[in-house]
C-alpha cells in the first residue's frame, strides 16, 4: 500500500509550483515598488512566543515539537508573530517606519476546509513605526495592487473595512464594558452562522437590546453612503475617534475596491484600529486576505511601545479565485531546445553544444540512450521548442539539423550561430 500525503496538505507538481513562483513574483515585484523589504524569519519559534497574542487557546492549533531538554517550540502558524520578534530584536537600530513583506509557509493543526489547510503559504505585509492613517492605506492599497497585478478587477474583489473603536464606541452605548469582547467575537462569525443562532447566542450573553446590535451590523456598502449614516449613530468619544479614524484611511483609498462594513471584527483580541478583509465579488470563498492595525503587540511581546499595521494573503483561497477566473499561470516547463544525439560519435560535440547554450538557454538532451527516433519522440513530450540534431555528416560542415517541434520544418544551421 503506496504512502498518502498527510490530510490538510498539498503536494506542488512541477506545474503547480512553477505556477506559485510565478504569482509570488508578481506580489514581489508590488511590495518592492512600494519600497517594501523581504525578510524571513525560522520556521518554529518558541511557544511562549507563539501564544503570547492568542493566549493559551492557541495551543491546540500549533504542531508543537517534541521537547528536549527545556525549549518548547512549535511551528509558526503566521508571519506576524515571527516578524515581530525580528523587528524587537533591532528595533533601537532600524530607522522606523520599517516596511517588510514575506511569502512562506506555515502550520496550523487544525479541520481542513476548502482553502483552509494544514500548512499552507501567505504572502505577508508588515509595517512598523506608523499610527498614521497613511499607513493603514499603504498597506491596503499594496493588496489592491497585488490583485490587479495579477489579473483581477474591481469585478472580482472588494475589501472590507472597519475600525475596533467604532464598533466598539457603538456597542458601549448600550453593552456593559465586560461583555464587549465577547459580542465582538460573536460579531465576528455573524456571517457563518444565522440570524436565529446569532439571536441566541447574544440572548446567552444576557444581551437585551438584541435590534441595536443587529442595525450596527447591518451597515455595510459603499462609504459615500455608509459613512454618513454611521458618523450620527453615536456620540461617545471613543466610537467618533473611530469614526474619524476610519474615515480618514477610506479618503486615501481608491473607493471602488472598498466597502464600509461595521460586522468586520476580524481578532479584536489584539486588533487596535483598523481592521479588513478581502473577499471574491459573490463571497463564494473564505477571506483571500485580512489584516489591520495592532499597536500593542511589540509591546507586550517586550520591545518599546510602536504601532504596528499589516495583513496576511493565503495562497490558498488566492489560488481558487485566480482559477475560478481563468487567470493562473499558463504554465510551460518544456526547453527551449533539445539536442538529439544521433550516435556516441557525436556525444564530446553535441555536449560542448549544450554547455555552450546552457548559458542562456533551457536545454535538455537525452539521459537513456535513446534511438533518434525515440529521442524526437520525447522531445515532442516534453514540449521542447526546437530540437537540434547532431550527426556526424552535418557536423563535418560545422552544422547541425534544427527542427521546429511545432510546424516541423527543418532547416541546417552554422554551429557558430546557435
Do not use: H
Not at 490530510?7 to 506559485?20: H, I, L, R
Not at 509558526?76 to 533591532?90: G, N, S, Y
Not at 486576505?289 to 500593542?296: L, S
Amino acid at each position: 500500500m503506496p504512502f498518502e500525503k498527510v490530510k490538510g496538505t498539498a503536494d506542488f507538481y512541477p506545474e503547480d509550483k512553477e505556477a506559485m513562483n510565478q504569482i509570488y513574483q508578481k506580489l514581489r515585484d508590488v511590495a518592492r515598488k512600494y519600497s517594501f523589504q523581504e525578510v524571513e524569519s525560522p520556521a518554529f519559534e518558541t511557544l511562549p512566543l507563539l501564544t503570547a497574542k492568542s493566549g493559551e487557546e492557541i495551543k491546540t492549533q500549533i504542531f508543537t515539537l517534541e521537547k528536549r531538554g527545556k525549549e518548547e517550540l512549535g511551528l509558526r502558524f503566521d508571519l506576524t508573530v515571527p516578524q515581530t520578534r525580528m523587528f524587537i530584536a533591532k528595533q533601537k537600530e532600524l530607522s522606523k517606519p520599517i516596511k517588510w513583506f514575506s511569502f512562506s509557509r506555515m502550520w496550523r493543526y487544525e479541520q481542513p476546509q476548502k482553502g483552509r489547510m494544514r500548512e499552507f503559504y501567505q504572502f505577508n505585509i508588515e509595517l512598523f513605526g506608523s499610527n498614521k492613517p497613511e499607513a493603514d492605506a499603504e498597506v491596503i492599497s499594496i493588496l489592491i495592487d497585488c490583485l490587479l497585478a495579477l489579473g483581477l478587477t474591481e469585478k472580482d474583489f472588494f475589501i472590507k473595512i472597519n475600525n475596533k473603536d467604532l464598533l466598539e464606541g457603538l456597542l458601549l452605548d448600550f453593552i456593559p464594558k465586560n461583555k464587549i469582547e465577547e459580542v465582538t467575537r460573536l460579531i465576528d462569525k455573524s456571517s457563518k452562522i444565522s440570524e436565529e443562532e446569532f439571536e441566541t447566542a447574544l440572548k446567552q450573553l444576557d444581551i437585551k437590546e438584541i435590534d441595536r446590535v443587529k442595525e450596527i451590523i447591518k451597515q455595510k456598502g459603499a462609504p459615500d453612503e455608509v459613512l454618513p449614516y454611521v458618523e450620527n449613530m453615536s456620540k461617545n468619544e471613543k466610537s467618533q475617534k473611530g469614526f474619524e479614524k476610519l474615515k480618514a484611511v477610506v479618503e486615501l483609498l481608491d473607493k471602488k475596491f472598498i466597502k464600509v462594513d461595521l460586522s468586520t471584527a476580524r481578532g479584536l483580541v489584539y486588533y487596535t484600529g483598523t481592521v479588513f478583509e478581502c473577499f471574491d465579488i459573490d463571497e463564494r470563498f473564505r477571506a483571500i486576505a485580512g489584516g489591520g492595525r495592532y499597536d500593542n503587540m511589540i509591546q507586550l511581546f517586550g520591545g518599546e511601545k510602536t504601532p504596528a499595521t499589516g495583513f496576511g494573503l493565503g495562497y490558498s483561497v488566492l489560488s481558487l479565485v485566480l482559477d475560478e477566473r481563468g487567470l493562473l499561470p499558463k504554465i510551460d516547463l518544456g526547453p527551449d531546445y533539445y539536442v538529439a544525439i544521433v550516435s556516441d560519435k557525436v556525444r564530446k560535440q553535441a555536449m560542448e553544444i549544450v554547455r555552450k547554450l546552457r548559458k542562456n538557454k533551457k536545454v535538455e538532451y537525452d539521459l537513456t540512450g535513446r534511438n533518434l527516433t525515440n529521442q524526437l519522440q520525447y522531445a515532442s513530450s516534453i514540449n521542447a521548442k526546437q530540437t537540434i540534431i547532431v550527426g556526424s555528416k552535418d557536423l563535418e560542415k560545422n552544422q547541425i539539423t534544427l527542427r521546429d517541434m511545432k510546424s516541423g520544418e527543418e532547416k541546417k544551421v552554422q554551429i557558430s550561430e546557435l
